[in-house]
């Protein structure tokens, strides 16, 4: 059983700064590709950013600058340092792992709640 649990999430004033992290427990897996999603209220949920092993890196357009995602792979950690908040990136956040063998695994979500 994998679980993987996204915290940092809540409330900033646009163009304040929040730093989201997700960690994986139970099952180790290697993993291949940690990554970022977003959920807006009516909308779809979409890419944010993903980092590969090595810590090659890939951003959304709309949050190149703004966004740096990393990696602990010792932890099974992904970070995602957010600054420059706009109101538009009020969202569910969700994390996702990729493993070597292409299973996909999904967190809960954590709300980001930015205010203009």
């Known amino acids: 059983q994998v679980q993987l649990v996204e915290s940092g999430g809540g409330l900033v004033q646009a163009g304040g700064s929040l730093r989201l992290s997700c960690a994986a427990s139970?099952?180790?897996?290697?993993?291949?590709?940690m990554g970022w999603y977003r959920q807006a209220p009516g909308k779809q949920r979409e890419f944010v950013a993903s980092?590969?092993?090595?810590?090659?890196?890939n951003y959304a357009d709309s949050v190149k600058a703004r966004f740096t995602i990393a990696r602990d792979d010792a932890d099974r950690t992904v970070y995602l340092q957010m600054n420059s908040l706009k109101s538009e990136d009020t969202a569910v956040y969700y994390c996702r792992f990729t493993a070597d063998y292409g299973m996909n695994y999904w967190g809960k979500g954590t709300l980001v709640t930015v205010s203009s």
């Open positions: 980092i590969v092993r090595g810590n090659s890196a």
């Open positions: 139970g099952s180790r897996f290697p993993i291949n590709v």
